[in-house]
C-alpha cells in the first residue's frame, strides 16, 4: 500500500520535473518584467522579484549537483538530534537548555570541497561545516552523496537573531524539513509565520512529526491526521508526512528515504527557484491585468486633443487673419487702382500677428525660445479645455489598466505640458499659411482695372483738351463718335462704369476664395499641431503604455511553468 501511494507520489513528483532551461527563461522574464516597470512601480513592490532574481542567478550558477536541505522548527523539537542522526556523529549540540543551537551546522555527503562555495554563499561558517565521508560506512552513505544538510536555530527563539538567521536562511535552501514535536505542532506561528509562506513550495517541503515515541502507539495515527488537517489549511495539501524518532536510527527511515529520493532527483534546488518565481509572479499580478492590454491614445482622444491644442494656440484667430489677410491683399491687387492706394494704408491682418513668424525664415533659428508670434494668448477657457482634453487622452489610454499605471499615463501626459506654449508657438510661426503668392487671376484682374482705369484717363484727358481749345477760342477737336456719344465721353464713363463692375464682380470671387484660403490655412495649421500633440503629450502616453505591454507580455512568459 505503501509503495503504491510512494508510486503515485513520485509519478505526481515526476511530472512536476523543473527544466532548468526554462526556468532561467522564467527569470530572464521577470527580469524584463523589472525593466519594463523600473521608475514606474515603486521600488518597495519590487524588491521581493529582484531578491528572487539575483539569488536564483546565483544559485543557478552554484553547484546543482548539491541539494541543501534545511531542517527547520521551533526549540527542543530535535533539529540537532535529527541532524546528528542521519550524520550519524554527534556534529551539533543537542541540549536541554533551549534554545541550544545559535548558528547553523552544515553536514555535507560527499566532497566538503564542492560544496564550500554552495556554503560560503548560504553563510555557514566554515568551523560549522563537517563531512560524512562515504569511505568511513563502506557504501551505505553513497544514496545520501550530494546532500547538504543544514541543522538551524529554532524560529520561535526567545533570540531575536535565530529568528533572523533562519528567516534568511529559509529563503536560500532548496529543500526544508519541518520538524515538528507532538506538544508544539498545532502551534500559531509555526503555521501562520511558516508553514503558509511555503505554500507554493509544496514539492520542496517536508513535514516530520519527530518524538514520535512520547506518543502512545494508539495516539500517533490520531496525531498524524490532526496536523495533516492542519498543513491542509496552510495550503500544503499533499506534502510529505512522516513519523521520526531521533533517538532510534529505526525511526529516521522514512525521512532518510525522503532525502535519497530528493538528492537522486537533483531537482529540488530547480523546483525551490521555480516556487519562487511562482511566488514572486503571485506577487506582481496585480500590477497587470490580463483582460486589459494597452492599446494606445484612440483616435477620437487624439482629435479631442488636436480641437484644444488648435484652440489654445490661437489656429481659428490665425485663420480668420488668412481670410482676411486674403481679402485684404486681393482687394489691393484688384480694386480700382485709386482705392488700391488708398488700401495699402490699412494694415494687413496677418502682418499684425507677425506671421509668418521668424521661424517659417531660412535664417531662423531652429528652436527659438521666445514667442514667435502676437497671436492672442490662450484665454482661461481654451488652456482648461487643454486640460481636460489631455486629461481625457489619460483616461482613455489607462482605462481598465491597474494601478500604478493610470498615475503613470496622465504623468506622462502631462509631462511635456510646460513646452507646449513654445512649441505650439513655433507650430504656428513655423506653417506655410499659402499666402506668398500672389494668384494669377488677381494679375488678370488688375491688369484689367489698369486697362479700364488708363481708358477712363485718356478719355478724361481727351475731354479736357477740347475743353481747353474751346476756352481758348481755338477750333473745337471733332471727337469720334460711338452712336451719338463722343468717344472720350464713352472710354470716361465706360472705363469708370467697367473699373466698378469688374470690381463688383470681383469681390463674390474674392469672398469665396478668402473662405478656402482660410480652410487650407487651417489644415495646415491644425496638422502642425497635432504634431505638437504628437510629440508632447501622445509619444509620452505611447511610451508608458509600450512599458505596460511589455510588463503584462514578460509577466505572462514568466508565469508559463
Ligand atoms: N524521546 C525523544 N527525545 C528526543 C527526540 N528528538 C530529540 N529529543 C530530545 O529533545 C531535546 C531537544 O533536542 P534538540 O535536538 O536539541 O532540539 P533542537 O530542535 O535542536 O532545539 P534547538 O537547538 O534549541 O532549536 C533533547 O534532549 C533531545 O535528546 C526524539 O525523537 N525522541
Ligand atoms: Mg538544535
Same mark, same amino acid.
Given at each position: ?76 523539537? =530535535? ?22 543551537? =545559535? ?207 488648435? =484652440? ?250
Amino acid at each position: 500500500m505503501t509503495n503504491f501511494v510512494g508510486r503515485m507520489r513520485e509519478a505526481i513528483r515526476g511530472d512536476q520535473r523543473v527544466d532548468a532551461d526554462a526556468l532561467v527563461d522564467r527569470l530572464a522574464a521577470v527580469r524584463r518584467f523589472l525593466d519594463a516597470v523600473d521608475g514606474q512601480v515603486p521600488d518597495a513592490q519590487l524588491v521581493a522579484a529582484h531578491t528572487v532574481v539575483e539569488r536564483a542567478g546565483t544559485r543557478l550558477e552554484l553547484s546543482r549537483d548539491h541539494t541543501v536541505v534545511a531542517l527547520a522548527g521551533a526549540t527542543g523539537s =530535535g533539529k540537532s538530534s535529527l541532524f546528528n542522526a542521519l550524520a550519524r556523529l554527534d556534529l551539533s549540540p543537542v541540549g536541554v537548555r533551549r534554545p541550544t543551537t =545559535g548558528v547553523a551546522h552544515a553536514c555535507v555527503w560527499g566532497q566538503l570541497d564542492g560544496a564550500n562555495r554552495l556554503l560560503d554563499w548560504v553563510g555557514v561558517l566554515p568551523r560549522h561545516r563537517f563531512v560524512r565521508e562515504s569511505a568511513l560506512d563502506a557504501d551505505d552513505e553513497t544514496d545520501l552523496h550530494g546532500l547538504v544538510l543544514l541543522d538551524l536555530p529554532d524560529f520561535d527563539s526567545v533570540q531575536r537573531s535565530h529568528r533572523l538567521e533562519v528567516d534568511r536562511l529559509l529563503g536560500l535552501v532548496d529543500l526544508v524539513v519541518w520538524v515538528v514535536d507532538p506538544q508544539k505542532y498545532a502551534d500559531r506561528v509555526i503555521h501562520t509565520s511558516y508553514l503558509r509562506e511555503f505554500h507554493r513550495h509544496k514539492d520542496v517541503t517536508l513535514v516530520v512529526l519527530n518524538q514520535a515515541d512520547r506518543l502512545p502507539p494508539a495516539e500517533l495515527p490520531r496525531v498524524l491526521d490532526d496536523l495533516r488537517r492542519l498543513l491542509d489549511a496552510d495550503g500544503l495539501a499533499g506534502v510529505p508526512l512522516h513519523a521520526t524518532v531521533a533517538v532510534d536510527p529505526a525511526g529516521l527511515t522514512a525521512l532518510r528515504e525522503a532525502l535519497e529520493r530528493t538528492v537522486a532527483e537533483r531537482q529540488a534546488a530547480l523546483r525551490r527557484l521555480s516556487g519562487d518565481v511562482d511566488t514572486v509572479v503571485a506577487g506582481l499580478d496585480e500590477l497587470v491585468s490580463a483582460d486589459a492590454p494597452a492599446t494606445g491614445p484612440d483616435e477620437a482622444a487624439g482629435r479631442e486633443l488636436t480641437r484644444a491644442l488648435a =484652440g489654445a494656440a490661437g489656429v481659428p484667430a490665425v485663420a480668420d487673419a488668412v481670410r482676411g489677410a486674403y481679402r485684404h491683399r486681393a482687394v489691393g491687387s484688384t480694386g480700382w487702382p485709386l482705392v488700391r492706394a488708398w488700401r495699402k494704408l490699412r494694415p494687413d491682418p496677418l502682418r499684425r500677428l507677425h506671421l509668418p513668424g521668424p521661424a517659417a525664415g531660412a535664417d531662423a533659428p531652429e528652436e527659438s525660445l521666445v514667442a514667435a508670434t502676437s497671436v492672442p494668448d490662450p484665454t482661461a477657457a481654451q488652456r482648461s479645455a487643454l486640460g481636460l482634453a489631455i486629461r481625457s487622452v489619460a483616461d482613455r489610454s489607462s482605462a481598465g489598466l491597474p494601478a500604478p499605471w493610470p498615475g503613470a499615463v496622465t504623468t506622462a501626459a502631462r509631462s511635456r505640458l510646460g513646452d507646449l506654449p513654445d512649441a505650439l508657438d513655433r507650430a504656428v510661426a513655423g506653417t506655410d499659411l499659402g499666402m506668398d503668392r500672389r494668384p494669377v487671376w488677381w494679375r488678370l484682374v488688375g491688369g484689367l482695372q489698369w486697362l479700364v482705369t488708363l481708358a477712363a484717363l485718356a478719355g478724361l484727358l481727351w475731354l479736357a483738351a477740347g475743353y481747353a481749345l474751346r476756352a481758348l477760342g481755338l477750333p473745337a477737336l471733332d471727337y469720334p463718335r460711338v452712336g451719338e456719344v463722343p468717344l472720350p465721353t464713352v472710354l470716361l464713363l465706360g472705363g469708370l462704369l467697367a473699373g466698378l463692375l469688374v470690381a463688383a464682380l470681383a469681390r463674390p470671387v474674392i469672398g469665396w476664395a478668402a473662405g478656402r484660403a482660410r480652410r487650407r490655412a487651417e489644415k495646415r495649421l491644425t496638422g502642425a499641431v497635432a504634431t505638437v500633440g504628437e510629440e508632447h503629450v501622445l509619444d509620452p502616453v505611447r511610451a508608458v503604455l509600450a512599458r505596460y505591454g511589455r510588463a503584462r507580455e514578460a509577466l505572462r512568459e514568466a508565469a508559463r511553468r
